[in-house]
């Protein structure tokens, strides 16, 4: 059993950033590859950023390449999502998840995630 517990949420005006991390505790973080999600009311949950066990294989959504980052510290088992250059429709609840043993190729598969945080609101105004 892997816990995750997501902080940094708030709200911000567009152009702004924001840093939201996600700790995990249970299970050896390093096992586990990790991903950001993020679901808009009325939208389903989309893939926003993914990382590999050590930290050298990642992927993002297109429309947050360039402005979002994905990190990991695997002796603080925690996982980060740096966003910056924030738009309106960045507005969702993020929620990070674990994968264990993820590989690139399936880092954007909902299913594939056996954990998840509770998630964290994020608010860009225009």
């Known amino acids: 059993q892997v816990q995750l517990v997501e902080s940094g949420g708030g709200l911000v005006q567009a152009g702004g950033s924001l840093r939201l991390s996600c700790a995990a505790s249970?299970?050896?973080?390093?096992?586990?590859?990790m991903g950001w999600f993020r679901q808009a009311p009325g939208k389903e949950r989309e893939f926003v950023a993914g990382?590999?066990?050590?930290?050298?294989?990642?992927d993002y959504l297109d429309s947050v390449k360039g402005r979002f980052t994905i990190s990991r510290d695997n002796a603080k088992d925690t996982v980060y999502l740096q966003m910056n250059s924030l738009k309106p429709e960045d507005t969702a609840v993020y929620y990070c998840?674990?994968?264990?043993?993820?590989?690139?190729?399936?880092?954007?598969?909902?299913?594939?995630?056996?954990?998840w945080g509770q998630g964290t609101q994020v608010t860009v105004s225009s």
């Open positions: 990382i590999s066990r050590s930290g050298m294989s990642t």
């Open positions: 998840a674990a994968q264990y043993n993820g590989r690139p190729t399936t880092f954007r598969n909902v299913y594939d995630y056996a954990y």
């Open positions: 249970g299970r050896t973080f390093s096992a586990y590859a």
